[in-house]
Nanobody, 113 residues
Framework: QVQLVESGGGLVQAGGSLRLSCAAS????????IVWHRQPPGKQREWLGRIFSDGSTIYADSVKGRFTIFRDSAKNTVYLQMNSLKPEDTAVYYC???????WGRGTQVTVSS
């Protein structure tokens, strides 16, 4: 059974950057797609982007050009690089894999103005 653990969240000023990690155990990422979501306070969960098993990526319009998803297969970890952060990016960020329908517990990102 795959387990996912997010890390790297924190408090950052607007315009700053953060890199989130999604570490997998119990399986390897090489054949698995990984999806990033976020849930702002009081709002529904939002799809951000996906990395496919071949390394290709797609992104939501709201983060395209600012966020980048990439993987380090040797570390069994997928990253979400977030640049030019805005206060509206404040949310709990989750990674998910359709391989086993597994969610991580999330990591909080707070962007101050």
């Amino acid at each position: 059974q795959v387990q996912l653990v997010e890390s790297g969240g924190g408090l950052v000023q607007a315009g700053g950057s953060l890199r989130l990690s999604c570490a997998a155990s119990g399986s390897t990422f090489s054949d698995n797609a990984i999806v990033w979501h976020r849930q702002p306070p009081g709002k529904q969960r939002e799809w951000l982007g996906r990395i496919f098993s071949d390394g290709s990526t797609i992104y939501a319009d709201s983060v395209k050009g600012r966020f980048t998803i990439f993987r380090d297969s040797a570390k069994n970890t997928v990253y979400l690089q977030m640049n030019s952060l805005k206060p509206e990016d404040t949310a709990v960020y989750y990674c998910y894999t359709p391989h086993g329908n597994v969610w991580g517990r999330g990591t909080q990102v707070t962007v101050s103005s």
